[in-house]
Nanobody, 113 residues
Framework: QVQLVESGGGLVQAGGSLRLSCAAS????????MGWYRQAPGKQRESVAV???????TYVDSVRGRFTISRDNAKNTAYLQMNSLKPEDTAVYYC???????WGQGTQVTVSS
């Protein structure tokens, strides 16, 4: 069973930075497009960043220039570097393959003003 485990969230002041990690079990990681998603209270889950097998990246407009998605296929791990954080970035952050599979627990990011 493929498992994705997110970590690295926390409480940070506006303008601060966090680095999220997504550790994947199994042997398919390097063959899959990966995405980071977030869900704020009362809102639908949204995709914020995607990285393809070749490393090509795309971002939602609200995070472009502040967030960077990357991957280390040797470690079966994806990352989301988040800089210049804003209170509106507060959410539970998840990683998943594309097309999505089972969701993990996510990691809470809280940005105080």
């Amino acid at each position: 069973q493929v498992q994705l485990v997110e970590s690295g969230g926390g409480l940070v002041q506006a303008g601060g930075s966090l680095r999220l990690s997504c550790a994947a079990s199994g042997s398919i990681f390097s063959t899959k497009t990966m995405g980071w998603y977030r869900q704020a209270p009362g809102k639908q889950r949204e995709s914020v960043a995607v990285i393809g097998r070749s490393g090509r990246t795309t971002y939602v407009d609200s995070v472009r220039g502040r967030f960077t998605i990357s991957r280390d296929n040797a470690k079966n791990t994806a990352y989301l570097q988040m800089n210049s954080l804003k209170p509106e970035d507060t959410a539970v952050y998840y990683c998943n393959y594309i097309p999505v599979g089972d969701w993990g627990q996510g990691t809470q990011v809280t940005v105080s003003s």
